[in-house]
């Protein structure tokens, strides 16, 4: 663990992978300690938004003897997401997993998904926990634009892209749900902890 402070007011956490993030972010999230307003989970990191006035390094030396936990972040509620399975790299996914298109959609629907964390655009979510037979590498070459309700796959992650936007992840499918929408509250219906079910639209 390696910590940063970020000007007055934050604390950047470091950490060796997603799953350590997870950990600490579940217990950090369940026991903040004094003077955390809020912690926000990425890939490899957690940063801490701290009250005006609070002690850094007293938040920095609770962190550090965080015990972190050994479950997901609280549960976020789930969300049923209905997916035409008609992607532009469907076919790729495919051959790059060695299943058939059929197989890639059940793989895709057979497993539930968390949102791990955000990130890239407001109200695009990270997903992790699918099948790991989908782990397949972003596109050699991204698009200048991918429309909004894309339903894609990189790495172990999938996503939903929240608005029409330039992207590289391989695009399996897509749905009418709109994860993004400044007149809701919260506007993301993707938030960390919030687990994900994908199901094929008739």
């Known amino acids: 663990m390696r910590t940063m402070r970020c000007a007055d007011s934050g604390l950047l ?3 060796d992978g997603l799953r ?12 903040a300690p004094e ?24 938040v920095e030396r609770a962190v550090r003897e965080t015990r972190p936990a050994d479950s997901q972040p609280d549960d976020g509620g789930l969300l049923r997401v209905p997916v035409v399975y ?35 655009a407001p109200g695009f979510g990270y997903l992790t926990g699918g099948s790991p037979k989908l782990a397949v ?9 991918v429309p909004a309700g894309a339903v894609g796959l990189a790495g172990e ?13 391989q ?19 993707l938030r960390p902890g919030v687990r994900v079910r994908f199901e094929e639209a008739g």
């Open 171 to 189: 695009l399996i499918g897509r749905t009418d749900v709109e994860i993004w929408r400044l007149d809701r509250d919260p506007p993301a219906l």
């Open 157 to 169: 992650f999938s996503g939903i892209y929240p608005r029409e936007s330039p992207g590289g992840w």
């Open 86 to 120: 008609d992607g532009e790299d469907l076919a790729e996914v495919a051959k790059l997993t060695g299943l058939t298109e059929r197989e890639v959609v059940e793989a895709h629907t057979d497993f539930p998904w968390t949102v791990a964390f955000g990130g890239f």
């Open 13 to 15: 956490v470091e950490l």
């Open 35 to 58: 003077g955390v307003l809020d912690v926000v989970p990425a890939a490899r990191t957690l940063l801490l938004h701290l009250k005006a006035g609070a002690d850094i390094a007293e």
């Open 137 to 145: 590498p972003r596109r050699t070459e991204s698009r200048t634009c």
């Open 20 to 31: 350590e993030v997870q950990a600490l972010y579940g217990a950090l999230t369940r026991a």
